[in-house]
């Protein structure tokens, strides 16, 4: 009987040792690579710059935190950036859920025609996309043209016009950024809300009906609450990806800043390396506390 057990455990002990040496490669570039870089960028975080020199000060200070919520500028960076994130989350999460819900619905080739109509945008370059909705949404372009047939051209001006939504023109505002931003991270929304909506049993809508609940108290009451998880899994992607975005900004903007653009300006042409690594900081906080959220919600359920 000691045979076999023995032989089980030599077994068990090389597939253990296979599967740290297979793992052990793309973990020291994680914890080395990746973690190493990102701690010493945190670590300019405590530093300051001294403003006569120009050189970084690499001595202990909370000075450079302090700077972000004490200088309006930087605060103003931080709300700009945190708002536009939750209104692309939310956005996203209310043109994503009927998608989701009718391609959950279908079967078969049908199905994966949807399937590959909302990952088929992905299939082209993020920088394409961007620059191609630059010139949908320039002065000259094709939404602009389509506004002035439909006689809309009015309600663009006055929206252009609110300081929350408004700059030079569509192309250079938030309003155009913001649909640029619903329009590249919309995927990242309708998938996982797909994979929660299938997991929804057919019997509990059916229940719900034959106990003489509305379409609508059917939805509210069984069928969004069971979607949750995928809704806060989605949520992850677009919330995260836009509070980091610096491209977009960048490309299809209005003047003012996002955490990404001062992140890179300020440790490219700025050279202020400490306040570009206490901005990066800002993201990672607000994420990992967005995360311990989504899984309080059982978003990781649905990834």
């Known amino acids: 009987m000691s045979v076999p057990v023995t032989v089980s455990r030599h077994r068990f002990g090389r597939g253990a040792l296979i599967t740290l040496l297979l793992l052990a490669p793309p973990l020291l570039w994680l914890g080395v690579v990746y973690l190493g870089s990102l701690l010493g960028l945190l670590q300019y975080g405590f ?5 006569f020199t120009a050189q970084v000060v690499q001595q202990f200070t909370w000075a450079t935190f302090a700077s972000l919520f004490s200088t309006p500028s930087n605060l103003d960076v931080i709300i700009r950036t945190l708002l536009m994130s939750v209104a692309v989350t939310l956005a996203c999460a209310v043109i994503a859920f009927p998608i989701a819900r009718y391609v ?7 199905k ?17 996309r961007v620059y ?6 320039a002065q000259e372009g094709v939404l602009s043209w389509v506004l002035a047939k439909l006689h809309l051209t009015s309600l663009l001006d006055a929206a252009l016009s609110l300081p929350v939504l408004g700059g030079p023109s569509l192309s250079s505002s938030y309003l155009g950024m913001f649909l640029v931003f619903v329009y590249v991270w919309l995927p990242y929304m309708i998938l996982p809300i797909q994979a929660a909506l299938e997991r929804v049993p057919a019997s509990l809508v059916q229940a719900s009906a034959d106990l003489g609940a509305r379409p609508f108290q059917t939805f509210w009451r069984v069928i ?8 806060a899994a989605g949520s992850i992607f677009t919330f995260s990806l836009t509070l980091g975005d610096y491209i977009i900004p960048g490309v299809v903007g209005a003047p003012g ?22 901005f990066s900081v800002v993201p990672i906080v607000i994420v990992m ?4 959220l989504a899984r309080r919600l059982g978003a990781f359920d649905a990834l």
């Open 104 to 110: 959950a619905l279908l079967r078969g080739r049908s």
């Open 257 to 278: 800043y996002f955490i990404g653009q001062m992140v890179y300006t300020q440790q490219g042409t700025a050279g202020n390396l400490p306040l570009a690594a206490a």
């Open 289 to 292: 506390l967005y995360l311990a």
């Open 224 to 231: 969004f609450p069971l979607s949750l998880p995928g809704v």
């Open 47 to 51: 530093y300051s710059i001294d403003d």
């Open 112 to 128: 994966a025609v949807w399937v590959v109509l909302v990952t088929l945008p992905l299939w082209a370059s993020y920088l394409v």
């Open 132 to 137: 191609a909705w630059r010139l949908i949404l």
